[in-house]
C-alpha cells in the first residue's frame, strides 16, 4: 500500500518561507513523477509543481514559477516543496501525489496522471 505523508505546513506571515516534506512508503519514487496540488476553501484542486521520475524534469504552475521549488531526495523517498515569498492568497491545503508508471518520465500537471495522493498539510499565508 502506497502512503504519502505531508508536513511542514503551517501559520506565516506575507514574504516568509516553509518547506513543505512529502514522505512516501510503499513505493519507491525515484521511478515515478511527483507532484504538489493544493486547495483553496471554495476553490478547485489546482497543480502547483511536479518533478518527473526520470531526469527530474520540473514542471510550475506560472502563479508560483520563481517562488516555489519542488525537488527530491531518493536516498530519504521524500519530496520537497521550497515555497518562498509567500503570498495570502498560496493559502490552501497543499496535496503530495504520486504518478503512474506511464507518467514517470513527465512532469504532468494533470490530476488524472497521480494515482496516490497524501492528506494534505494546512499552509495559511496572513497579509
Known amino acids: 500500500q502506497v502512503q504519502l505523508v505531508e508536513s511542514g505546513g503551517g501559520l506565516v506571515q506575507a514574504g516568509d518561507s516553509l518547506r513543505l516534506s512529502c514522505a512516501a512508503s510503499?513505493?519507491?519514487?525515484?521511478?515515478?513523477?511527483m507532484a504538489w496540488f493544493r486547495q483553496a476553501p471554495g476553490k478547485e484542486r489546482e497543480f502547483v509543481g511536479a518533478?518527473?521520475?526520470?531526469?527530474?524534469?520540473?514542471n510550475y504552475a506560472d502563479s508560483v514559477k520563481g517562488r516555489f521549488t519542488i525537488s527530491r531526495d531518493n536516498a530519504k523517498n521524500t519530496v520537497y516543496l521550497q515555497m518562498n515569498n509567500l503570498r495570502p492568497e498560496d493559502t490552501a491545503v497543499y496535496y503530495c501525489?504520486?504518478?503512474?508508471?506511464?507518467?514517470?518520465?513527465?512532469?504532468?500537471?494533470?490530476?488524472?496522471?497521480?494515482?496516490?495522493w497524501g492528506q494534505g498539510t494546512q499552509v495559511t499565508v496572513s497579509s
Open positions: 510503499g513505493r519507491t519514487i525515484s521511478g515515478y513523477g
Open positions: 501525489a504520486t504518478s503512474g508508471p506511464r507518467y514517470s518520465s513527465i512532469p504532468a500537471r494533470g490530476s488524472a496522471a497521480y494515482d496516490y
Open positions: 518533478i518527473s521520475g526520470t531526469l527530474s524534469r520540473v
